[in-house]
Nanobody
Framework: QVQLVESGGDLVQPGGSLRLSCTVSERIMSFPVISWYRQAPGRQRELVASLTSAGRPNYADSVNARFTISKDIARNTAYLQMNNLKFEDAGVYYC?????????WGQGTQVTVSS
């Protein structure tokens, strides 16, 4: 069973920065794509950013130029650097990987944006 553990969520003021981490229990390169999603209260879970095994990133329009997704292959860890955070960035952030028709999610990490 693949396990993902997210960390790095915190309370931050608007304009602040956070870096989220997602550590995967298997070789991160064995997954075609690793993704970050978020879910705000009362809203559907939405894709924030994804990164292919070849290193190609993709971002939601709402976070483009503010967020950066990356990975450390040696640590089997993906990161989401979030800069210039806005109120609407608040929510629970989840990491996801998938292969062989199955998907795996972490437990989520809470990001709160408040002044």
């Amino acid at each position: 069973q693949v396990q993902l553990v997210e960390s790095g969520g915190d309370l931050v003021q608007p304009g602040g920065s956070l870096r989220l981490s997602c550590t995967v229990s298997e070789r991160i390169m064995s997954f075609p794509v690793i993704s970050w999603y978020r879910q705000a209260p009362g809203r559907q879970r939405e894709l924030v950013a994804s990164l292919t095994s070849a290193g190609r990133p993709n971002y939601a329009d709402s976070v483009n130029a503010r967020f950066t997704i990356s990975k450390d292959i040696a640590r089997n860890t993906a990161y989401l650097q979030m800069n210039n955070l806005k109120f609407e960035d608040a929510g629970v952030y989840y990491c996801r990987v998938g292969k062989a028709g199955r998907e795996y999610w972490g437990q989520g990490t809470q990001v709160t944006v408040s002044s």
